[in-house]
């Protein structure tokens, strides 16, 4: 099937443009550091004790509730969410690196177990610091790795905690999210096209594959549908033309563009074609486009070699892939269709029926031949009476049209 061939080309033309694309950032891109502190979890204690008569919650002696303030604990995960390694060598030992919570007072610090030694070694110098930071050490923390802190803190209760972290990755940056807050929840967006820049390139490549693979199974639907009405519309041409072969029409003058108009749109293609004839008005319309067309043609045609000559403003028959004349249809001459379809048809039929003499010329207009007239009339008289006991359904049916 050629248009499975060409999607195939396509399919692979993109993947190809795609792995070049990656190629080429992989070897210009320059990888970043990246480490994120999330509030994975929160808990309000105050809030829970608030809710037990004569229970309270006291803090070096003090009432916190008297004192205005709150008891917050925290669950930090810090996580490296860059394209490399975090080495100490990327942090700046001035100034170190951690984060605060402005506005609040650390009152507990704790470093949930990791699983890996070095980590946890490494992770018992961090320390509270200025009552309301939490430096940690530097240290080495792989690509995707992770640990967690606990930390429990006091805090106005009119005042909602926030996380700043501070210090300073060569090349890289540190973030700050708030997950376990449903205002701080990221958005599906964030969630689809998130992440460190060689995951958005993999990621991207995955969904141009996964949109094409969508496109591929829609033109795969249209072909099915589109392979299903054309066998309707072909099974519908043959019953038409078998019922042209029962009638016997083609003694009619006018046959040879009737029976055409008939396999386009049934009866309303000769019904049309012979009110067309016998409005004299509109009839000289179609003869006057007719000629005016076919004069332009003659007159650009001498100014042009033979190779580039004009032979298409008058509408022709065409023929299908199999040899056969297409009928008359809304779709067989675009560039002069109609909001109905049927001028391009109409005016091809009327050039036909000029052609073969069936309408003249003459000194008031044109003038359709007697014969033509009689002939349109029996063929639409047959043709409905046929249409009206079924002939015009389907093909096959033994029953005969009335020979007029």
Not at 47 to 55: H, N, T, W, Y
Not at 69 to 90: M, Q, W
Not at 232 to 248: F, H, I, P, S, V
């Amino acid at each position: 099937m050629a248009w499975l061939k060409r999607v195939a080309a396509l399919l692979v033309t993109l993947i190809s443009i795609a792995g070049t694309a990656f190629t080429i950032y992989s070897v210009f891109s320059h990888p970043k550091a990246e480490v994120s502190f999330d509030v994975a979890s929160e808990s309000v204690l105050s809030d829970i004790a608030s809710g037990f008569p004569g229970i309270s919650v006291v803090y070096d002696g003090q009432d916190l509730s008297q004192q205005g303030l709150s008891v917050r604990s925290l669950a930090v995960a810090v996580a490296n969410t860059g394209d490399i390694d975090l080495a100490p060598a990327l942090l700046d030992p001035a100034i170190g690196w951690g984060f605060c919570i402005p506005n609040a007072r650390i009152a507990s610090l704790a470093v949930r177990p990791t699983g890996t030694a070095y980590l946890d070694h490494a992770l018992k110098e961090t320390k509270a610091v200025d009552h309301s930071c939490v430096r940690l050490p530097l240290l080495v923390l792989d690509r995707t790795q992770r640990f967690q802190l606990d930390v429990m803190l006091t805090h106005p209760s009119t005042v909602l905690p926030t996380l700043e972290p501070y210090g300073k990755i060569a090349g890289g940056r540190l973030l700050a999210t708030w997950s376990s807050r449903a205002n701080h929840t990221p958005s599906r967006i964030v969630v689809a096209f998130g992440g460190s820049t060689s995951i958005q390139m993999l990621r991207s490549v995955g969904y141009t594959l996964a949109a094409l693979l969508v496109v591929i199974v829609l033109i795969v639907i249209g072909a099915a549908f589109g392979k299903l009405s054309n066998r309707k519309d072909k099974r519908t041409r043959d019953a038409r033309k078998a019922l042209l072969g029962k009638a016997q029409l083609k003694r009619y003058a006018g046959y040879r563009w009737a029976s055409r108009l008939y396999l386009a749109w049934g009866t309303k293609g000769p019904k049309l074609l012979l009110s067309t004839v016998q409005d004299r008005v509109k009839l000289s319309r179609y003869v006057t486009l007719i000629k005016t067309k076919l004069e332009y043609e003659a007159a650009v045609n001498v100014l042009l070699p033979d190779s580039v000559k004009v032979h298409s403003t008058v509408p022709r028959p065409t023929r299908d892939d199999e040899g056969e004349l297409v009928p008359f249809g809304p779709f067989s001459h675009v560039y002069f269709a109609n909001r109905d379809g049927f001028v391009p048809a109409i005016e091809m039929a009327v050039a036909g029926l000029m052609e073969d003499k069936l309408i003249s010329i003459g000194p008031d207009g044109p003038v359709p031949n007697s014969e033509l007239v009689e002939g349109l009339q029996a063929m639409v008289r047959v043709l409905s009476e046929a249409s009206q006991h079924g002939f015009a359904s389907g093909a096959g049916s033994d029953r005969k049209a009335a020979d007029p």
